[in-house]
């Protein structure tokens, strides 16, 4: 039978919000003044060359880094992942307590990736969908404290879908940089405490970073044609632990991609037939967000507030110009004093 979106907990294309905010994002793509400023107004000195300190200079991402409007948008590809000696990741048992212990094999990953880039805003979406263990893998003893599947799957007859979903705010260096203040899904740990960057080199390249003392996450993602249209990307996860195996060497994966830029409708179908083709059960099928965040991530969803404490929209810069007045102001208030002060004293 022929799947849809509802059966996969999707919900139709006129009711998803992939990029998850509300109108008054949209009317930020327009350059915008962060805040009025004294040196803005005739009396003052004009603002500062430097940019941070302007607040006519623009602080939405598009604005100062062009590759954003490319980098934006929805992409598809394959990605493979490699253990710390170079070797493609088979399906490892996955043990309590020990992350990226993945009981699916690593070497065609499905991966796709929704990027928003709203104004001063940045909203990433990623899904993961992992093929079945083969059957020498399923045939193995499981170890005592470890599985070899995921959540409702059979060995050997199911996938697995993961996601990480990272937000972001422009930085007040009005360069084009991205502050990530909060992530979700894979990759992340449960406190909450991660923080990181995400910033374009040049006009081909974007590099990010995320990390916190448990973890160190980053990715460069460079396009691979003369339209933007392919990105090429490699990263690498690290994990800080004082348990084995992460105890003698950190680097617990290093991962290579390349994506395809796709329409919205094309990524919603894509993703379907993503899950159908590695028959990950319905139960395990990671949903598209309805508003800011994937459902899979209540509690832990950024709201608001959060954003706008940190957004140069909103938040107050710690840039901010010394007011000086012009010179030829102080010249005529001091004539005008001193006038003012020798018609007092011939009144007298």
């Not at 396009?223 to 392919?230: E, K, L, P, Q, W």
Request: negative net charge; hydrophobic residues 35%; glycine residues 8%.
């Amino acid at each position: 039978p022929e799947v849809t979106l509802d059966d996969i907990g999707v919900l139709p294309p006129e009711e998803v919000r992939t990029r998850g905010v509300d109108d008054m994002v949209e009317e930020m793509e327009e350059p915008l003044n962060t805040q009025d400023s004294k040196c803005s107004r005739s009396l003052y000195h004009d603002c500062s060359e430097d940019d941070r300190y302007n607040p006519e200079v623009s602080p939405n991402l598009k604005v100062n880094a062009p590759a954003w409007k490319d980098a934006a948008g929805f992409w598809v590809g394959t990605l493979a992942a490699f253990d710390s000696n170079g070797n493609v990741y088979d399906a490892t048992f996955a043990k309590d307590g020990v992350k990226n212990t993945i009981p699916y094999p690593r070497d065609e990953v499905a991966v796709l990736v929704n990027r928003t880039v709203f104004g001063t805003r940045l909203y990433e979406h990623t899904y993961f969908v992992y093929p079945p263990a083969d059957d020498d893998f399923c045939s193995l003893p499981v170890p005592l404290g470890a599985t070899n599947t995921l959540g409702g799957g059979v060995c050997g007859i199911n996938g697995h879908s993961e996601y990480s979903e990272r937000f972001g705010v422009a930085s007040f260096e009005k360069d084009g940089s991205a502050t990530i203040f909060a992530a979700n899904g894979r990759f992340v740990d449960s406190e909450g405490s991660e923080s990181g960057s995400s910033f374009p080199v040049l006009d081909r390249t974007l590099y990010m970073s995320l990390g916190s003392d448990k973890f160190e996450l980053t990715e460069t993602q460079t396009f691979s044609n003369a339209d933007n249209t392919r990105l090429a990307g490699t990263g690498q996860y690290l994990i800080f632990s004082d348990n084995p195996p992460y105890s003698e060497n950190p680097l617990a994966e290093s991962f290579t991609y390349n994506l395809n830029k796709v329409t919205g409708e094309e990524f919603e179908s894509m993703l379907v037939s993503a899950y159908d083709k590695a028959n990950v059960p319905s139960g395990d099928r990671v949903p598209l967000p309805t508003h800011d965040c994937i459902v899979w991530s209540t509690g832990r969803c950024p709201t608001e507030e959060d954003f706008r404490a940190l957004d140069p929209a909103f938040a107050e810069s710690p840039y901010q110009e010394d007011p000086r007045i012009k010179g030829g102001y102080v010249i005529l208030f001091c004539i005008m004093a001193l006038a003012l002060l020798l018609g007092t004293l011939a009144f007298y």
